[in-house]
């Protein structure tokens, strides 16, 4: 069935496609052209996984050459800590670029890496970046071996040092400098040569040197169509093989048919050429590619490392004084309180408590880890139970928080309209240009091939869709990037797309149209002994509720005691054992029902079953909600859903006006069960704290959790929004739809252009070298309007808010 062949023959690899030139290898009837396309059609034969092969045709790519021990510095334990995302005793989590993913079948494929080895739990593929998350266990691979997985199938990926010390802008390629330089330096020297022709300045002695002249072009541009146009020739070969038509194809068949044109002209001495206009075209064209890099790269920069979360942490100073602090002002051998529910935003070493780390955030598993002192916990844990004190191994890294955020499974609901629009228009975009250049051609054929090869050439090459695609991500690119500066984080730049659909928007109460702070608290009860005060502050202190933060605050400063349990339970409250004495403190629904009907929010306080006492708390309304109120109103409808009493129902009326819907005592489940209501019909966004309304967040087309001076991060949501600013919360949602205009705008802009351009260039009034230049001046002119638009419009909110 394996059969050699070392005879020289022009077949196709099924693997990669490439051409059979120098071995041809026949195995399984099918035709490869190394033992390393072979290897991996058998791995993936031997695991059903042949469907790569039916999404795309001949998809592959040729592994290399595999060294020895290549990646055995992979088994020191000082780079694997640098590289690994987490890591416990039985998985690990880790995330690569690999720069040969090119297609849906490269997808498929990394995708379902499990299907390969039973040690990958998971992979994830981010298309646009060419990277790849995988959860892999450590029991059966290590990463070394999952390196040399990958590598074995021809995606090995790239580690590099900039990896292991990620907070560096990315570089423009090199290579892509080289070939706009190379371009630059003909372009310039053959419109040089070609002066005299263009000013027909004194013809009699240019005739002279004419002949030496396109000599020397052809010379000069030659090196400048193989090597800056290389890209264009690979990606269009590329899609010809998968039997799909890209946009670079046009541009590639115009530069074709231009230097082959040019090369005969000079040849046969009937004429000078077009090689200004094909090393113009390149140049230009690059000029545009690497105008659109830079500009997407400090995009990304500014997200993943400069627009820090706005979320703090619990800092205890040498003092023993713990101190909010925001979590990107965190340094190796910090200490930290986390309290049940806070999530650990980095690495770290247990010092003391009882910590039952919830992974989920990071691996997708929920079971709760029991640690002990001297463990490492990293970052993305949840911490369940009583508050721990941990000790910062590393600081805070940005982009780690936000890729483990983006990939949480099932949160990335929303989509773009935009992308969607602009794929099915690249789709039916290449198709009509050629058929359009075909048709131009043979018209203008009547003035002569030169005249005709012209008009093809700059058909080609002036149409682009490339403007509509760059539309939409730069304009939410900047809006996203604004948006952080004014303390709204969020998950994705295209959340602003889904903003701008809104049209009913879901309140929490407590904590969120409250302040956590500055309330008025009275105790009514027995008179707490000096051990039940102890107890009830060491049960308060182990929360991150806030109102058990905000009683906290209120209760004397006694010494805490040692917790025998401590369970919170969401939407009811606490229990804990202490001294072997019980307690309960929560609601009244909870615990004492004959307190539901109460005009303020209440906390009741039980011992051994027995009622001690209640906290009553007078709700004071966040700064600014009157006004935000009255703008929500005219443009969605509002609802308010709270875990509390109904006691402030009149007054949210008088804030919120009597149209609104409250509906109180509502649980976990009461609150995701309403905003599945909403959703069969309109579309929402749901507000809340982000600890106890985390099923209503997500299920929430949109879901914001307000963080006040605590850990209030929740993996549940799409926006994290800075207490501070939550009265501008209208004028962000204004920004949101102003952003959708912009590229609406934007994509009319790109539409007249393509009409304009496509007239003047079927008539033959367009050059190719102009064509050359308006095609990238298209790219470069949207992203300069939206960069342009949307900084004016955040300028004047700007203005307008301070």
């Given at each position: 069935?394996?059969?050699?062949?070392?005879?020289?023959?022009?077949?196709?690899?099924?693997?990669?496609?490439?051409?059979?030139?120098?071995?041809?290898?026949?195995?399984?009837?099918?035709?490869?052209?190394?033992?390393?396309?072979?290897?991996?059609?058998?791995?993936?034969?031997?695991?059903?996984?042949?469907?790569?092969?039916?999404?795309?045709?001949?998809?592959?790519?040729?592994?290399?050459?595999?060294?020895?021990?290549?990646?055995?510095?992979?088994?020191?334990?000082?780079?694997?800590?640098?590289?690994?995302?987490?890591?416990?005793?039985?998985?690990?989590?880790?995330?690569?670029?690999?720069?040969?993913?090119?297609?849906?079948?490269?997808?498929?494929?990394?995708?379902?890496?499990?299907?390969?080895?039973?040690?990958?739990?998971?992979?994830?593929?981010?298309?646009?970046?060419?990277?790849?998350?995988?959860?892999?266990?450590?029991?059966?691979?290590?990463?070394?071996?999952?390196?040399?997985?990958?590598?074995?199938?021809?995606?090995?990926?790239?580690?590099?040092?900039?990896?292991?010390?990620?907070?560096?802008?990315?570089?423009?390629?090199?290579?892509?400098?080289y070939q706009i330089g190379l371009a630059g330096f003909a372009f310039g020297n053959i419109m040089l040569m070609s002066l005299p022709e263009y000013f027909g300045l004194d013809e009699h002695s240019f005739d002279q040197f004419s002949k030496w002249f396109g000599w020397l072009n052809l010379i000069i541009a030659t090196p400048v169509a193989i090597y800056s146009g290389q890209d264009y020739f690979k990606s269009s070969w590329i899609s010809l093989k998968q039997r799909r038509l890209n946009i670079d194809i046009p541009i590639a068949i115009g530069l074709f048919v231009l230097y082959f044109r040019s090369s005969y002209e000079i040849i046969s001495k009937t004429g000078p050429g077009y090689f200004d206009s094909l090393c113009g075209l390149l140049f230009f064209?690059?000029?545009?590619?690497?105008?659109?890099?830079?500009?997407?790269?400090?995009?990304?920069?500014?997200?993943?490392?400069?627009?820090?979360?706005?979320?703090?942490?619990?800092?205890?100073?040498?003092?023993?004084?713990?101190?909010?602090?925001?979590?990107?002002?965190?340094?190796?051998?910090?200490?930290?309180?986390?309290?049940?529910?806070?999530?650990?935003?980095?690495?770290?070493?247990?010092?003391?408590?009882?910590?039952?780390?919830?992974?989920?955030?990071?691996?997708?598993?929920?079971?709760?880890?029991?640690?002990?002192?001297?463990?490492?916990?990293?970052?993305?844990?949840?911490?369940?139970?009583?508050?721990?004190?941990?000790?910062?191994?590393?600081?805070?890294?940005?982009?780690?928080?936000?890729?483990?955020?983006?990939?949480?499974?099932?949160?990335?609901?929303?989509?773009?309209?935009?992308?969607?629009?602009?794929?099915?228009?690249?789709?039916?975009?290449?198709?009509?240009?050629?058929?359009?250049?075909?048709?131009?051609?043979?018209?203008?054929?009547?003035?002569?091939?030169?005249?005709?090869?012209?008009?093809?050439?700059?058909?080609?090459?002036?149409?682009?869709?490339?403007?509509?695609?760059?539309?939409?991500?730069?304009?939410?690119?900047?809006?996203?990037?604004?948006?952080?500066?004014?303390?709204?984080?969020?998950?994705?730049?295209?959340?602003?797309?889904?903003?701008?659909?809104?049209?009913?928007?879901?309140?929490?109460?407590?904590?969120?149209?409250?302040?956590?702070?500055?309330?008025?608290?009275?105790?009514?009860?027995?008179?707490?002994?000096?051990?039940?005060?102890?107890?009830?502050?060491?049960?308060?202190?182990?929360?991150?509720?806030?109102?058990?933060r905000l009683i906290l605050a209120f209760i004397p400063k006694v010494e805490l005691l040692e917790i025998e349990q401590f369970e919170e339970i969401a939407g009811q409250g606490m229990q804990a054992r202490i001294n072997q004495i019980s307690f309960r403190i929560g609601s009244a629904k909870w615990i004492k029902p004959d307190l539901i009907n109460a005009k303020e929010t209440i906390v009741v306080i039980e011992k051994d079953g027995e009622y001690l006492g209640h906290y009553l708390i007078k709700n004071e309304y966040r700064k600014g909600l009157e006004t935000l109120a009255q703008k929500l109103n005219e443009s969605y409808e509002l609802s308010i859903l709270s875990g509390d009493n109904d006691g402030q129902q009149e007054k949210l009326k008088t804030i919120?006006?009597?149209?609104?819907?409250?509906?109180?005592?509502?649980?976990?489940?009461?609150?995701?069960?309403?905003?599945?209501?909403?959703?069969?019909?309109?579309?929402?966004?749901?507000?809340?704290?982000?600890?106890?309304?985390?099923?209503?967040?997500?299920?929430?087309?949109?879901?914001?959790?307000?963080?006040?001076?605590?850990?209030?991060?929740?993996?549940?949501?799409?926006?994290?929004?800075?207490?501070?600013?939550?009265?501008?919360?209208?004028?962000?949602?204004?920004?949101?739809?102003?952003?959708?205009?912009?590229?609406?705008?934007?994509?009319?802009?790109?539409?007249?252009?393509?009409?304009?351009?496509?007239?003047?260039?079927?008539?033959?009034?367009?050059?190719?070298?102009?064509?050359?230049?308006?095609?990238?001046?298209?790219?470069?002119?949207?992203?300069?309007?939206?960069?342009?638009?949307?900084?004016?419009?955040?300028?004047?909110?700007?203005?307008?808010?301070?």
């Amino acid at each position: 069935m394996n059969k050699t062949n070392s005879k020289i023959k022009a077949e196709v690899c099924y693997h990669c496609g490439d051409a059979c030139d120098v071995e041809l290898i026949i195995f399984d009837e099918k035709q490869f052209c190394c033992h390393g396309c072979k290897t991996v059609y058998e791995i993936l034969a031997q695991n059903d996984l042949c469907d790569y092969y039916r999404i795309e045709q001949m998809p592959g790519i040729t592994p290399k050459i595999k060294t020895e021990n290549k990646f055995e510095y992979l088994e020191n334990e000082s780079i694997i800590e640098q590289l690994v995302d987490f890591k416990n005793e039985s998985i690990s989590k880790v995330h690569f670029f690999i720069p040969q993913i090119h297609c849906s079948s490269c997808l498929w494929l990394l995708e379902n890496l499990y299907k390969l080895h039973e040690g990958v739990s998971s992979s994830r593929v981010n298309f646009m970046k060419k990277e790849i998350s995988i959860s892999f266990k450590n029991e059966y691979l290590s990463l070394r071996k999952l390196v040399e997985l990958l590598a074995s199938l021809g995606y090995e990926p790239e580690i590099t040092l900039d990896q292991l010390s990620p907070n560096k802008r990315k570089k423009v390629s090199r290579r892509l400098i080289y070939q706009i330089g190379l371009a630059g330096f003909a372009f310039g020297n053959i419109m040089l040569m070609s002066l005299p022709e263009y000013f027909g300045l004194d013809e009699h002695s240019f005739d002279q040197f004419s002949k030496w002249f396109g000599w020397l072009n052809l010379i000069i541009a030659t090196p400048v169509a193989i090597y800056s146009g290389q890209d264009y020739f690979k990606s269009s070969w590329i899609s010809l093989k998968q039997r799909r038509l890209n946009i670079d194809i046009p541009i590639a068949i115009g530069l074709f048919v231009l230097y082959f044109r040019s090369s005969y002209e000079i040849i046969s001495k009937t004429g000078p050429g077009y090689f200004d206009s094909l090393c113009g075209l390149l140049f230009f064209l690059l000029i545009g590619r690497i105008f659109q890099e830079k500009t997407y790269h400090q995009l990304s920069f500014e997200r993943d490392y400069k627009s820090y979360f706005p979320i703090s942490v619990s800092r205890i100073s040498k003092k023993g004084i713990e101190v909010s602090t925001p979590v990107n002002d965190i340094k190796k051998g910090d200490r930290l309180r986390i309290r049940n529910g806070e999530l650990i935003p980095v690495d770290a070493i247990l010092i003391s408590g009882e910590a039952n780390i919830d992974n989920s955030f990071a691996t997708g598993e929920s079971d709760p880890i029991k640690m002990v002192s001297g463990d490492r916990i990293y970052a993305g844990g949840k911490q369940e139970g009583e508050s721990i004190i941990v000790e910062a191994i590393r600081p805070l890294s940005q982009s780690k928080l936000t890729r483990l955020w983006n990939e949480q499974s099932g949160q990335q609901h929303y989509s773009s309209s935009f992308s969607e629009m602009t794929d099915q228009i690249s789709q039916w975009f290449t198709p009509i240009i050629l058929i359009i250049a075909l048709l131009s051609g043979l018209w203008q054929m009547q003035h002569g091939l030169g005249k005709a090869i012209q008009v093809v050439s700059a058909v080609l090459i002036v149409a682009c869709p490339c403007a509509l695609a760059l539309a939409a991500p730069f304009t939410f690119g900047h809006g996203s990037r604004w948006l952080g500066r004014q303390k709204c984080y969020l998950r994705d730049s295209f959340v602003i797309e889904t903003m701008a659909k809104l049209s009913h928007l879901v309140f929490d109460k407590t904590g969120t149209l409250t302040y956590s702070r500055h309330k008025n608290i009275e105790y009514i009860g027995k008179v707490l002994s000096p051990g039940e005060q102890a107890a009830i502050r060491s049960i308060f202190y182990q929360s991150n509720h806030p109102l058990s933060r905000l009683i906290l605050a209120f209760i004397p400063k006694v010494e805490l005691l040692e917790i025998e349990q401590f369970e919170e339970i969401a939407g009811q409250g606490m229990q804990a054992r202490i001294n072997q004495i019980s307690f309960r403190i929560g609601s009244a629904k909870w615990i004492k029902p004959d307190l539901i009907n109460a005009k303020e929010t209440i906390v009741v306080i039980e011992k051994d079953g027995e009622y001690l006492g209640h906290y009553l708390i007078k709700n004071e309304y966040r700064k600014g909600l009157e006004t935000l109120a009255q703008k929500l109103n005219e443009s969605y409808e509002l609802s308010i859903l709270s875990g509390d009493n109904d006691g402030q129902q009149e007054k949210l009326k008088t804030i919120f006006g009597h149209k609104i819907k409250m509906l109180f005592n509502q649980s976990p489940q009461d609150k995701l069960n309403y905003i599945k209501q909403i959703q069969k019909s309109q579309q929402v966004m749901m507000i809340g704290d982000g600890l106890n309304d985390a099923g209503a967040l997500n299920q929430s087309d949109v879901g914001l959790a307000i963080a006040e001076d605590t850990n209030a991060f929740s993996p549940a949501c799409d926006i994290i929004l800075g207490a501070e600013h939550f009265e501008n919360l209208a004028t962000y949602l204004a920004f949101t739809k102003s952003c959708k205009r912009i590229v609406i705008i934007s994509f009319v802009i790109s539409f007249l252009y393509n009409l304009v351009g496509l007239t003047l260039a079927v008539q033959g009034l367009l050059s190719p070298v102009y064509a050359a230049i308006l095609m990238p001046l298209s790219s470069v002119s949207v992203v300069g309007f939206v960069s342009l638009a949307v900084n004016w419009k955040a300028y004047r909110i700007e203005k307008q808010i301070f």
